[in-house]
């Protein structure tokens, strides 16, 4: 019986932009379904974030209309899960017809079944059929019947819907600005993240194993109130932290290495938090892990400075990278001009992916990051991730005329992950209650 800790006006509200940004067309917007793990288990349900952020309602395999076409008081229409008591003893409880409509503001609802018979009706009169083609295999077939069934009628009745538009760039234009309610409960999806990234940082010993780490930073995640997790959790010691997505954490801390800790919590209503800290796992950098981290926190302060309205998130992923292939020069790592090898990407095989992505209601959230050639630009309310780093591993080879990694610095892995916002005067640093100086790693 999940309820949104956004209030349900707000989502009133979303509703009203949405349908303004349709024009004539016609939306239809699945929930998720319930996805089998094995046999007849199910995997922990997750909602999907487009009709969660139009509807609050956490039910599974429901659909929901869009109908601007439609008169007054028809125009958002919910299809959800009748109730039934033989159902709910095994599954637990559900709103029903009724509750889309009492609780959740829904103009119409019917029982989920009624769908094949009723989709046909409530799409007629619209300009075009907004619906996401590849994601709902359930629910696709229906709306192309629905569709040729006007495409039949058309010569007779004049009428019919031009095509299938994605009602997706329209939606996530709207996710991707977050509304002050929207912020807070990113600002406290970051509070648990970072306190449970501290609380980690403090309990690892060598001759720990990594998955006595996640297991701390899950713990705590589920004590505050989150779901769990926002993703897989990553806690890499040594040279795993040269593998971008480990999630296999069952090797042992070894005294002298560093840990990588990728982690944040997604709560309740679906909001997440997505931090990553880097420290030595026997409280000391030794030169070659020091050199290293100061430069990813160089091109990480860097980075982040380029957040404001205005800028863009090209703009501060090449500011990251420019501090980094600099120091990399420095360090005898990289060898020629800075322009000349960032021109050439000779540094990939150190740093090979972005310094950052939308945040929200997914981790790696909605929203363009290009229109065309033009970089969108940040606007005030945007949220976006800043994580530069360094992986030093023999896994990718170095480019013709750069030097080979020497030893001493393979088996480095760094990654200094922050959460952003965008604010009218510049930004606002969501997880600074996760330390990351140099002093704080060795305390």
């Given at each position: 019986?999940?309820?949104?800790?956004?209030?349900?006006?707000?989502?009133?509200?979303?509703?009203?932009?949405?349908?303004?940004?349709?024009?004539?067309?016609?939306?239809?917007?699945?929930?998720?379904?319930?996805?089998?793990?094995?046999?007849?288990?199910?995997?922990?349900?997750?909602?999907?974030?487009?009709?969660?952020?139009?509807?609050?309602?956490?039910?599974p395999d429901a659909v929901a209309l869009f109908l601007p076409h439609r008169p007054e008081g028809e125009r958002f229409v919910l299809f959800v899960q009748a109730k039934q008591a033989s159902k709910e003893v095994w599954n637990g409880f559900r709103w029903g017809a009724e509750g889309a409509v009492t609780r959740f503001g829904a103009d119409i609802a019917h029982p989920l079944a009624e769908l094949p018979q009723l989709l046909a009706d409530y799409l007629?009169?619209?300009?075009?059929?907004?619906?996401?083609?590849?994601?709902?295999?359930?629910?696709?077939?229906?709306?192309?019947?629905?569709?040729?069934?006007?495409?039949?009628?058309?010569?007779?009745?004049?009428?019919?819907?031009?095509?299938?538009?994605?009602?997706?760039?329209?939606?996530?234009?709207?996710?991707?600005?977050?509304?002050?309610?929207?912020?807070?409960?990113?600002?406290?999806?970051?509070?648990?993240?970072?306190?449970?990234?501290?609380?980690?940082?403090?309990?690892?010993?060598?001759?720990?194993?990594?998955?006595?780490?996640?297991?701390?930073?899950?713990?705590?995640?589920?004590?505050?109130?989150?779901?769990?997790?926002?993703?897989?959790?990553?806690?890499?010691?040594?040279?795993?932290?040269?593998?971008?997505?480990?999630?296999?954490?069952?090797?042992?801390?070894?005294?002298?290495?560093?840990?990588?800790?990728?982690?944040?919590?997604?709560?309740?209503?679906?909001?997440?938090?997505?931090?990553?800290?880097?420290?030595?796992?026997?409280?000391?950098?030794?030169?070659?892990?020091?050199?290293?981290?100061?430069?990813?926190?160089?091109?990480?302060?860097?980075?982040?400075?380029?957040?404001?309205?205005?800028?863009?998130?090209?703009?501060?992923?090449?500011?990251?990278?420019?501090?980094?292939?600099?120091?990399?020069?420095?360090?005898?790592?990289?060898?020629?001009?800075?322009?000349?090898?960032?021109?050439?990407?000779?540094?990939?095989?150190?740093?090979?992916?972005?310094?950052?992505?939308?945040?929200?209601?997914?981790?790696?959230?909605?929203?363009?990051?290009?229109?065309?050639?033009?970089?969108?630009?940040?606007?005030?309310?945007?949220?976006?991730?800043?994580?530069?780093?360094?992986?030093?591993?023999?896994?990718?080879?170095?480019?013709?005329?750069?030097?080979?990694?020497?030893?001493?610095?393979?088996?480095?892995?760094?990654?200094?992950?922050?959460?952003?916002?965008?604010?009218?005067?510049?930004?606002?640093?969501?997880?600074?209650?996760?330390?990351?100086?140099?002093?704080?790693?060795?305390?």
């Amino acid at each position: 019986m999940s309820l949104a800790v956004i209030d349900l006006s707000i989502f009133y509200q979303r509703r009203l932009r949405f349908l303004a940004k349709l024009g004539g067309v016609a939306a239809v917007i699945p929930a998720a379904p319930l996805v089998t793990h094995h046999a007849d288990c199910e995997y922990p349900f997750r909602q999907n974030s487009d009709f969660w952020y139009l509807t609050g309602f956490d039910e599974p395999d429901a659909v929901a209309l869009f109908l601007p076409h439609r008169p007054e008081g028809e125009r958002f229409v919910l299809f959800v899960q009748a109730k039934q008591a033989s159902k709910e003893v095994w599954n637990g409880f559900r709103w029903g017809a009724e509750g889309a409509v009492t609780r959740f503001g829904a103009d119409i609802a019917h029982p989920l079944a009624e769908l094949p018979q009723l989709l046909a009706d409530y799409l007629k009169g619209a300009e075009a059929i907004g619906f996401r083609v590849g994601k709902h295999p359930k629910v696709e077939p229906l709306v192309l019947s629905a569709w040729a069934q006007q495409l039949d009628r058309a010569p007779r009745s004049g009428v019919s819907a031009l095509g299938l538009v994605a009602p997706c760039p329209l939606l996530h234009q709207l996710r991707l600005q977050k509304g002050p309610e929207e912020l807070e409960r990113m600002r406290e999806a970051a509070r648990i993240s970072a306190e449970a990234h501290e609380l980690a940082r403090n309990l690892a010993r060598p001759g720990m194993n990594e998955r006595q780490l996640q297991a701390v930073i899950e713990q705590y995640f589920l004590e505050q109130g989150a779901r769990g997790p926002a993703y897989g959790s990553i806690v890499a010691g040594g040279d795993n932290a040269c593998v971008l997505h480990y999630t296999a954490n069952n090797a042992p801390l070894v005294d002298g290495e560093l840990v990588l800790i990728d982690a944040g919590c997604s709560l309740v209503d679906y909001y997440n938090g997505d931090i990553t800290r880097t420290f030595p796992i026997n409280g000391r950098f030794n030169a070659e892990q020091r050199a290293l981290y100061e430069l990813v926190l160089a091109a990480q302060q860097a980075a982040i400075a380029e957040v404001r309205p205005g800028g863009t998130a090209e703009q501060v992923h090449d500011r990251a990278v420019c501090v980094l292939v600099e120091g990399l020069v420095e360090l005898g790592l990289l060898a020629g001009s800075v322009d000349g090898l960032i021109e050439q990407g000779a540094y990939r095989h150190m740093y090979m992916h972005r310094t950052g992505h939308w945040l929200g209601l997914d981790v790696h959230d909605v929203g363009a990051y290009r229109l065309g050639e033009h970089p969108v630009d940040l606007e005030p309310g945007m949220v976006l991730t800043v994580e530069p780093g360094l992986y030093l591993s023999d896994r990718l080879p170095a480019p013709e005329g750069q030097p080979m990694i020497e030893e001493r610095w393979k088996g480095i892995g760094i990654r200094i992950e922050d959460d952003v916002v965008v604010s009218e005067q510049g930004y606002e640093l969501l997880t600074s209650a996760a330390a990351s100086s140099t002093e704080a790693m060795e305390s």
